[in-house]
């Protein structure tokens, strides 16, 4: 299975965080290829600048190597795709991270419950 991480998990990867329930740590070891979006990065990097987050934008960037993880940059593709979203969700990083995920396709794992209504491609753990 090829996988997109929701900007959440993958920040909950980098922390082996308690948040991370068991059956999401199993999808993310056994899938073949797991994928975190230039779309987290930025909504992180946004976070970070008004004091949400803190963390090293330059660490979140390393992190994605480091864990084994490919980056996924955003494509026209990818924005055209965002007009064929229904409104379910406002949010325009989980927005884009949807377009992405039916655009390659990739399972998108989350604990958003206002993602999987989108598609099937949602994983809701």
């Known amino acids: 299975m090829r ?10 990867w980098l922390e082996d965080s ?6 999401a740590r199993k999808i993310i070891t056994d899938a073949e290829n797991v994928y975190v979006s230039a779309a987290s990065l930025w909504e992180s990097v946004i976070k970070i600048s008004l004091g949400k987050l803190e963390a090293e934008p330059a660490e979140l960037a390393a992190g994605i190597r480091e864990s084994g993880f490919e980056p996924l940059s955003i494509t026209p593709e990818h924005t055209l795709a965002l007009t064929r979203l229904a409104h379910l969700h406002k949010d325009p990083f989980d927005r884009m991270l949807l377009a992405q995920s039916l655009s390659e396709p990739l399972r998108l794992l989350t604990t958003d419950s206002q993602l999987p209504p989108y598609s099937e491609l949602v994983i809701k753990v």
């Open 3 to 12: 996988i997109l991480l929701d900007t959440h998990i993958y920040l909950w």
């Open 18 to 23: 308690s948040l991370l329930s068991p059956a």
